[in-house]
């Protein structure tokens, strides 16, 4: 590995918060759809994922279930706040025909 690529990023010293969401959708649904809605609404505070822990198939649905992790750099981060965005990012999942969280 080149030295040159190398970046040091430091560590936010403010704890984290971990958040899940499982999605039922139709089979056929790639994990990747259900992926970008959660990306698209999950905000900036969002340090690692969305990642993909789990999935099965059941009478014809698929549940994905991610994992994302929310960190801020100024401040403690309140469960409030990330409820809302859970809210919205739950919201837009609803939105769509044929999914819902579970």
Do not use: H
Request: aromatic fraction near 12%.
């Amino acid at each position: 590995m080149n030295s040159e690529n190398k970046k040091f990023k430091m560590w936010s010293l403010f704890p984290f918060i971990t958040r899940d969401v499982a999605v039922w959708v139709p089979e056929g649904v790639l994990s990747s759809e259900v992926l970008k809605i959660i990306k698209e609404n999950a905000g900036n505070l969002v340090i690692r994922g969305p990642e993909l822990f789990d999935e099965f198939k059941k009478d014809g649905q698929i549940s994905y279930a991610f994992r994302l992790v929310f960190q801020s750099f100024e401040r403690t981060l309140t469960d409030e706040e990330i409820n809302v965005i859970m809210t919205k990012i739950t919201n837009k999942i609803k939105d769509k025909n044929g999914w819902q969280v579970r």
